[in-house]
Each structure stands twice: as structure tokens, then as C-alpha cells.
């Protein structure tokens, strides 16, 4: 028996044509294994609806089509269900597709759903908020609000609201709470991370594993103006971990209060409370990974 599977298209995401994803669905898919059905978001969380839908449809698989904001929603709907997410990368980040190895080009993207190679990833749980892949409270939380509010698209105009940001941005004060430690001080960057990156390569948290049970906290503490080229490097060359300015702790469960009132979960913003109790829940999405991914 074939399985089904449901691409939901966000034609608003990311850069690039977006008419010819049908097409390009009906020639690389596996017919012989798959049939298929194609829905297009219309508004905001129209994903996470026609997600939850599929879900209660039996659908097998529901992919998402578009950026790390289509994948967060598809892939919150589908936490704790027998339906299997795919993604298919066409947004300007692309943060899980990466680390789960999933290939950027639409071709090969769908042709890893052809090979069916599936995990149990872990996900977060912030107050009442899923997350999959990543989240913030600092300067990664500002740039994910000002991103929203802006029609660039793609690295160069990320790149460029990072920097005009940054030149202007004031620290703000945290405290992390663990079982038994309590900490507070102020952050540039005070991120959760499950996968390893945000987006374009830019990776907050290089040895993050999403089916290890445990997510890690990533601290950067304020700092002179002439480490930001280094530090940026690092990022880059997955070497975060390795700086002398920065705190990567792992944990299952932390407590958090920020003095902001604005976060972001897999780059999307949000608004939050300023008390934020975090878990990790094990093995809770399955989901497609990519033929190179290693746990």
C-alpha cells in the first residue's frame, strides 16, 4: 500500500520561484511509493492547521515546504503523532533542515524522502510553547523580531540587520536556575538549542544532538567590540563551543527569567512571560533526516 503524504507550500517564504515546486514534486517523487496531496498556507499558522489536520487523517508524512517558520509550525503540529515530518528547504535559514543534514536543493531534498531514513528527535517545551530546533532571550531574539518586520530576505539582508543591530544593542539581564544552581548576569546571547544552528550556517551550538535527550544552554556574556570578528568566525566554523566568551551548559530541565518580554522558537518571535521553565521532551517528532546525518 502506498503512503500519503501531504506538502504543505508556504509560496511566501524564503527567496527564489516558488511556482515550480508542483512540478518538481511530480518528477522526483517515488510514485511507485508515495501519493501525494499539495495544500498552500494562506495566513499565519495556516501550516500548523493543515498539519494537525493531516495528523488526524492518518496522513503518513506531512512535509513542509518552506523556512524555519513553516517547519516550526508543521513540526510543533506533529509532536506526540504517528505522522513522520519532511521538509523540504526553501526559506532564507533553513536551521533543522541543515543539521539534519536534509539538502538544500529541492530536488535532492525530495528524493531524501524517497529514502525514507527516519529519527525520534527530541523537542522543547517552554511554559506551554513546542520548539524543534532552537530558541532565545538575547540579541538572537531581536534579530528574529526584526527580521519578521522586514520584506529582505536571504543572507545578505540577515547579515546586515545583524550588524546594524549589534552596534546599537544593550545586554540584558537573565537568571538560570538548574536543580541546584542559580545564576544571574547579563547576556548578549542567552540561546536554547537543540540542533546546532540557527540558520545559514551559523551554528550556536556545534555538538547539539536532537535525540540525546538533553538540549544545551549557549551564554555569551558581554564583550569588546574587536572580539565580534572572531567570535563570528567561530560561529561559522562550528567552533562556538571552543571561545573563551562563551557557556554552552546541557541540560533536560532550567528555569529561566528574563527582563525582556520578547523570545524566539526556530526564529520565529514571540512574546513571553518573564518566568520560563524549560524542558526537553525525548523522542517526541518523527521526522526525516538526510542520507549523511549521524546521530
Not at 489536520?53 to 504517528?82: Q, R
Not at 524543534?132 to 536571504?154: P, S, V
Not at 514571540?270 to 538526510?290: A, D, Q
Request: net charge positive; charged share 25%.
Amino acid at each position: 500500500m502506498k503512503q500519503k503524504i501531504r506538502f504543505i507550500i508556504n509560496p511566501r517564504s524564503g527567496v527564489g520561484r516558488k511556482e515550480q515546486l508542483p512540478a518538481l514534486i511530480d518528477e522526483h517523487l517515488d510514485h511507485s511509493k508515495f501519493e501525494y496531496e499539495i495544500s498552500y498556507t494562506q495566513y499565519r499558522k495556516h501550516a500548523k492547521k493543515l498539519a494537525e489536520e493531516a495528523a488526524k487523517e492518518n496522513i503518513d508524512i506531512v512535509c513542509a515546504v518552506g523556512g524555519d517558520g513553516s517547519v516550526h509550525e508543521v513540526g510543533t503540529a506533529l509532536i506526540n503523532s504517528a505522522t513522520r515530518m519532511a521538509i523540504i528547504p526553501v526559506g532564507s535559514g533553513n536551521g533543522l533542515a541543515r543539521h539534519l543534514k536534509i539538502p538544500l536543493q529541492v530536488e535532492d531534498a525530495i528524493k531524501t524522502i524517497n529514502e525514507g531514513r527516519e529519527i525520534q528527535m527530541d523537542t522543547g517545551l517552554v511554559n506551554d510553547k513546542p520548539f524543534l530546533g532552537t530558541g532565545g532571550y538575547g540579541f538572537d531574539a531581536l534579530i528574529a523580531k526584526k527580521f519578521d518586520l522586514t520584506n529582505k530576505r536571504g543572507f545578505m539582508g540577515y547579515a546586515k540587520l545583524v550588524v546594524k543591530e549589534y552596534l546599537k544593542y544593550k545586554p540584558v539581564k537573565v537568571t538560570i536556575e538548574f536543580p541546584h544552581l542559580r545564576r544571574e548576569f547579563p547576556v548578549v546571547l542567552c540561546s536554547l538549542a537543540n540542533s546546532s544552528e540557527f540558520g545559514n550556517g551559523f551554528s550556536v551550538s556545534p555538538l547539539s544532538d536532537v535525540s540525546d535527550g538533553k538540549m544545551e544552554l549557549c551564554v555569551i556574556r558581554p564583550f569588546s567590540i574587536w572580539r565580534l570578528p572572531f567570535l563570528i568566525y567561530r560561529f561559522f566554523k562550528k567552533t562556538t563551543h571552543k571561545s573563551p566568551i562563551v557557556e554552552i551548559i546541557p541540560f533536560s530541565k532550567v528555569r529561566i527569567y528574563v527582563e525582556n518580554n520578547f523570545a524566539h522558537y526556530d526564529g520565529e518571535p514571540f512574546k513571553v512571560r518573564r518566568e520560563l521553565n524549560v524542558e526537553v521532551k525525548p523522542k517526541s517528532l518523527r521526522i526525516l533526516v538526510g542520507k549523511n546525518y549521524n546521530k
